[in-house]
């Protein structure tokens, strides 16, 4: 007997009928005898609608109520599968974080979990009931509902499995695991039966959205074997064959990596690029371009500082594309004028391709060939940026899929 967490997206729990299947794979599971607690997400579009409402009636709604507001999507949720359960005979509660609880810091709308009680689940899992528990949602110190930010029930779900010492985390979804790269782009990307805990970090903070990054993280740090797979199989598909689907994210050593050295290419169609030219070559120049955009919540991604030719350089950084207008205005306005910077240009036209595989750390040759490849296509390379496990260049958007596919295949990755 294993103990094991489910991970509904809002996709599964989309419809009463897709409740209903879900309902019918959890009592598969707990009928084999595991233990199980679930963690499901708002119904498909449920969270939209309540935020939509919430904007109807203020331009800016406090965030406390946004929360307050935004978490009753899940609670329905649960209530609904709890009520799904039961009518199949099976013994199933459901509580929302705060009853766990579930404890967080007061950043409302953006929550990091601090600590989870496992107390009361385990009490219910020794008596043989399901338990199903809110995702995205927590409480903090004072008693306030939290909500850990969009996608949040995936690292829920993970914390409540690394909390419980879980044998297993299964993250259900809309896909059927995680793809060498996106199936729209490359018509043979190949699923992975198997991806480390490091790639699929990479692949997650890079533009893959089959997992929310926080949740990748908490698995790696807590050492929790995760496995993504589809929810929309039959849900009374033979368990043998269900608990071997999807990809399993895992450990480099319980990996076999020597073969693969690249395990996909990764993309991100939401960069912007801003260069500010001839600005003073000196210590801190960094910091007095890059500070006042992190205060104003921007994050900066890759980073370019050219070669001093008379005591001026050019400094490039990339934003997300929906931060572009906002991150040209602090520069133009605040630090063009403080460092005597001759002009600032941007490009909000421009995509991030990257290839990714902890192999490279026993393989030479990765960046030659990945600019041999992207040379022949004739993509020119604006920015480059490395880590030990992907290469990540900076192209025009117009050429994204070309590059993509370029790749995919220079590495045979359409090869089992």
């Known amino acids: 007997m294993a103990l094991i967490v489910h991970k ?63 978490s009753t999507g899940e609670q329905a949720s649960v209530a609904l599968l709890a009520i799904a359960l039961q009518s199949i005979g099976k013994d199933a509660v459901s509580y929302t974080g705060w009853q766990v609880p579930i404890v967080t810091d007061s950043a409302y709308t953006k929550a990091r979990i601090q600590s989870i009680d496992d107390a009361k689940v385990k009490k219910d899992l020794n008596a043989g009931r399901i338990v199903i528990i809110t995702g995205f949602q927590g409480m903090d110190d004072a008693g306030n509902i939290t909500t850990l930010g969009r996608g949040g029930s995936d690292t829920s779900a993970v914390a409540v499995a690394a909390a419980l010492k879980a044998d297993e985390c299964l993250i259900y979804t809309d896909v059927d695991g995680v793809y060498t790269t996106d199936p729209r782009v490359v018509s043979d990307a190949r699923r992975l039966k198997t991806v480390t805990f490091e790639e699929m970090l990479e692949m997650a903070s890079l533009g893959s959205k089959v997992l929310q990054i926080r949740s990748v993280e908490f698995a790696g740090n807590y050492r929790m074997p995760t496995r993504v797979l589809s929810s929309l199989t039959d849900p009374m598909i033979p368990l043998e064959e269900e608990a071997q689907s999807g990809t399993l994210i895992s450990f480099e050593e319980d990996t076999h990596m020597e073969q693969a050295t690249i395990t996909g290419i990764a993309f991100s169609r939401d960069e912007a690029k801003i260069t500010i030219r001839g600005v003073p070559d000196k210590p801190g120049i960094a910091f007095q371009i890059l500070g006042p955009v992190a205060e104003a919540n921007v994050e900066v991604d890759m980073i370019i500082q050219n070669i001093s030719v008379d ?106």
Do not use: C
């Open 8 to 70: 509904y997206g809002g996709t599964s729990m989309g419809s009463t009928e897709r409740i209903k299947n879900v309902a019918r794979r959890v009592a598969k599971w707990h009928d084999a005898g595991h233990q199980i607690v679930v963690v499901p997400s708002a119904m498909s579009g449920e969270t939209n609608r309540l935020l939509g409402l919430a904007k109807e009636i203020s331009g800016q709604p406090d965030p406390r109520e946004i929360d307050m507001l935004a």
């Open 311 to 416: 005591g001026k350089t050019d400094f490039t950084f990339t934003v997300p594309r929906g931060d572009y207008d906002k991150s040209m205005k602090i520069i133009d306005d605040g630090v063009k004028p403080s460092l005597g910077a001759s002009d600032v240009v941007g490009d909000n036209k421009v995509s991030k391709v990257s290839v990714v595989g902890v192999g490279m750390r026993s393989h030479v040759g990765i960046a030659s060939q990945m600019f041999r490849t992207l040379s022949e296509e004739g993509i020119n390379i604006q920015m480059i940026s490395t880590s030990e496990i992907k290469i990540s260049v900076l192209i025009d958007e117009k050429y994204m899929e070309l590059a993509v596919r370029a790749l995919h295949k220079a590495f045979g990755l359409e090869k089992d």
